[in-house]
């Protein structure tokens, strides 16, 4: 079984300031990473995915993350944000291999204050 | 290519009534997953389906049941309705087999039980 912790419930930055947004995941077995985007009443939009290669992964809105496998992390960066990047954030598991359940985290409110 | 949809998009049910909620996967994929996100709670799996069949199951009662269709599409269906059924449901696709295992959700259907 997968699990997912989301250290912080709220993070409130200053606009154009860098943010950091903290997961660590537990897992018996390989996993893929994903983080995923949603605004107020929307669903979940994919962010950025780790399957394999490069630790440091590049995804949409000038967001990455990096994969630390000894430290069973994958933090989501951003070195500079934006009003509209108001949303919440989860980071995501799945096993690397047969079906693809995913384990959510309790989710991270981002506010980006003027 | 449109990606996932779902409907109805918003619905209001009284308690002990049963309500049916329909996704239609994006194009090539072939395993749907829903899943149950409840006010300022991460989603949390509630089953998957690949082939027509319930191949995962999380820890939801039988209340809550499903079914996939040959083109892909798929329903949730659930019995005898509770008060804390109330949430939005979310519909998430995949292709078992293709590169990347990336899953998209669709925008969701919003329950709400009186």
């Known amino acids: 079984a997968q699990s997912v912790t989301q250290l912080d419930s709220q993070v409130p930055v200053f606009e154009e300031a860098p943010v950091e947004l903290r997961c660590n995941y537990s897992?018996?077995?390989?996993?893929?990473l994903f983080w995923y985007v949603q605004y107020p009443n929307q669903g979940l939009q994919l962010l950025l995915k780790?399957?394999?290669?490069?630790?440091l992964v590049k995804g949409i809105n000038g967001f990455e993350a990096e994969f630390n496998k000894s430290q069973t992390s994958f933090h989501l960066r951003k070195p500079s944000v934006h009003i509209s990047d108001t949303a919440e954030y989860f980071c995501?598991?799945?096993?690397?291999?047969?079906?693809?359940?995913?384990?959510f985290g309790t989710g991270t409110k981002l506010q980006v204050i003027p | 290519d449109a990606g996932v949809t779902q409907s109805p998009t918003h619905l209001i049910k009284t308690r002990g009534q049963q309500v049916t909620l329909r996704c239609s996967p994006k194009?090539?994929?072939?395993?749907v997953s829903w899943y149950q996100q409840a006010l300022g709670q991460g989603p949390q799996f509630i089953f998957q389906?690949?082939?027509?069949?319930?191949?995962q199951r999380g820890n939801f009662p039988d209340r809550f049941s499903g079914h996939q269709f040959p083109n892909y599409s798929s329903e949730l269906n659930v019995n005898a309705l509770l008060l804390g059924d109330s949430a939005l449901y979310l519909c998430?696709?995949?292709?078992?087999?293709?590169?990347?295992?990336?899953?998209?959700f669709g925008e969701g259907s919003w329950l709400t039980v009186v």
């Open positions: 998430a696709s995949s292709q078992l087999q293709g590169s990347g295992n990336t899953i998209y």
């Open positions: 897992s018996s077995v390989s996993v893929y």
């Open positions: 780790y399957l394999s290669g490069s630790t």
């Open positions: 995501a598991v799945t096993p690397s291999g047969g079906y693809q359940k995913v384990t």
């Open positions: 194009s090539g994929h072939d395993t």
């Open positions: 389906y690949y082939e027509e069949e319930e191949r």
